[in-house]
């Protein structure tokens, strides 16, 4: 009894499909499609016209490996950006999480991955030979590796910082240590022993 279908093979399809995206599970996936159907004209069709646009439009930036709607991509073509400072990172979502801090007037490059023996994954994987070629280009002075604080990231920047060897580039990494706002009494010791080892003049 409770197999019935409720609506049609099309609102089952749309509910399957959104329940694939991250951070919706079955259950939030039928409310955002009755949501969706609900609000057909201020929310559906707009929806589906941007996608119709995006599936047409979006890229990967042949420079930097951003997604975006143009090849150079909007930072790479962006004259009032620093070319000189170039940071790396795993994926495009870092990206997006870096900009939106707003801290450096940078250009990025995205790996599209970490090195991973296990899984395969080596440096002809990643866009590590870009990396490079625009590091000897000239016109970059430091490359920040900004990958996460994992294994994999951390293989990933020894390694690359091993290429860069020899090219007149700075290269920088993120600090480890204590988040805004944290709490010492709550962090782990790892991340205590690295904010102790990079303390600052205060
Ligand atoms: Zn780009």
Not at 183 to 195: H, K, N, R, S, V
Request: net charge negative; hydrophobic share 40%.
């Amino acid at each position: 009894m409770n197999n019935r279908a409720v609506a049609g093979p099309e609102v089952e399809r749309l509910i399957q499909l959104l329940a694939k995206l991250p951070g919706l599970g079955p259950r939030s996936a039928r409310r955002a499609a009755l949501h969706l159907i609900k609000k057909k004209d201020q929310l559906l069709i707009p929806l589906a016209q941007a996608m119709g646009v995006a599936v047409e439009h979006v890229t990967v930036c042949s420079t930097c490996g951003t997604v975006d709607t143009s090849d150079p991509c909007t930072i790479c073509a962006d004259t009032r950006r620093d070319g000189a400072t170039v940071v790396v990172v795993e994926d495009v979502a870092d990206l997006w999480a870096l900009e939106r801090a707003g801290a450096l007037n940078c250009r990025y490059h995205v790996l599209g991955g970490t090195l991973s023996p296990l899984d395969g994954i080596g440096p002809d994987d990643l866009t590590i030979n870009k990396l490079l070629e625009r590091a000897a280009e000239g016109g970059v002075t430091e490359i920040v590796l900004a990958v996460n604080a994992t294994v994999e990231g951390q293989t990933t920047a020894h390694y690359i910082t091993d290429r860069l060897r020899g090219l007149d580039v700075k290269v920088t990494r993120l600090a480890h240590g204590v988040p805004v706002g944290g709490e010492l009494d709550y962090l782990d010791e790892g991340t205590l022993a690295q904010a102790l080892k990079a303390r600052t003049a205060f």
